[in-house]
């Protein structure tokens, strides 16, 4: 079983930064691809961007140039930083971890609200 913690959610303003952070555990996470999804009020879940096993990455068009996604496989872990946050950018955020043959973990979410 592979279990995804996710953190760093929070209330800013608009123009402001959030990392969001999510550690995984009970699988090789090295063969894992990873990555964030969000769901908005009365919205489907949404990919934010992903990150392959050997660092590609891909984001939402929403969010290039905004927000980078990393991971760190000494770790287990796989972050989201978010820069110059916007209103739309408001919602549950999960993160995701999938083996090639195998279905897709999915953590609890994290808030993250962008408001005046």
């Known amino acids: 079983q592979v279990q995804l913690v996710e953190s760093g959610g929070g209330l800013v303003q608009p123009g402001g930064s959030l990392r969001l952070s999510c550690e995984a555990s009970?699988?090789?996470?090295?063969?894992?691809?990873m990555g964030w999804y969000r769901q908005a009020p009365g919205k489907e879940r949404e990919l934010v961007a992903i990150i392959s096993t050997g660092g590609g990455t891909n984001y939402a068009d929403s969010v290039k140039g905004r927000f980078t996604i990393s991971r760190d496989n000494a770790k287990n872990l796989v972050d989201l930083q978010m820069n110059n946050l916007k209103s739309e950018d408001t919602a549950v955020y999960y993160c995701y971890s999938k083996r090639w043959d195998r279905s897709p973990y999915w953590g609890q979410g994290t808030q993250v609200t962008v408001s005046s």
């Open positions: 009970g699988s090789s996470f090295r063969d894992n691809v």
